[in-house]
């Protein structure tokens, strides 16, 4: 059975630090390329992230570049989103998605497989 589950958001003050994790199950991550999204109140899903499934190539939306790092650690089923400096305008439901061919894409339609989101609030 194919299944993501976030852990890690939370409400943090202005410039505090978060790491989001995601647990995933099922074999079809093990060569696939994993994201982190995130989605405001009222506005769209958008890329945040992308890791390949060895962890050895990444991709930035210009938007967190330098202030975000993904990472993953298959061994334990795991990909993470290091969160530092974080804004105002960082709060929002934070998503992990799996099981896109590349991590050059920052399309939804590209991954098979989301989590539930995990909640992330920065107070200012």
């Known amino acids: 059975q194919v299944q993501l589950v976030e852990s890690g958001g939370g409400l943090v003050q202005a410039g505090a630090s978060l790491r989001l994790s995601c647990v995933f199950s099922g074999r079809t991550f093990s060569t696939r390329a994993m994201g982190w999204f995130r989605q405001a109140p009222g506005k769209e899903r958008v890329f945040l992230a992308a890791v390949s499934w060895s962890g050895g190539s990444v991709y930035y939306a210009d938007s967190v570049k330098g202030r975000f790092t993904i990472s993953r650690d298959n061994a334990k089923n795991t990909v993470y989103l290091q969160m530092n400096t974080l804004k105002p305008e960082d709060t929002a439901v934070y998503y992990c998605?799996?099981?896109?061919?590349?991590?050059?894409?920052?399309?939804?339609?590209?991954?098979?497989?989301w989590g539930q989101g995990t909640q992330v609030t920065v107070s200012s």
């Open positions: 998605a799996g099981g896109a061919n590349t991590i050059y894409t920052a399309r939804l339609s590209s991954y098979d497989y």
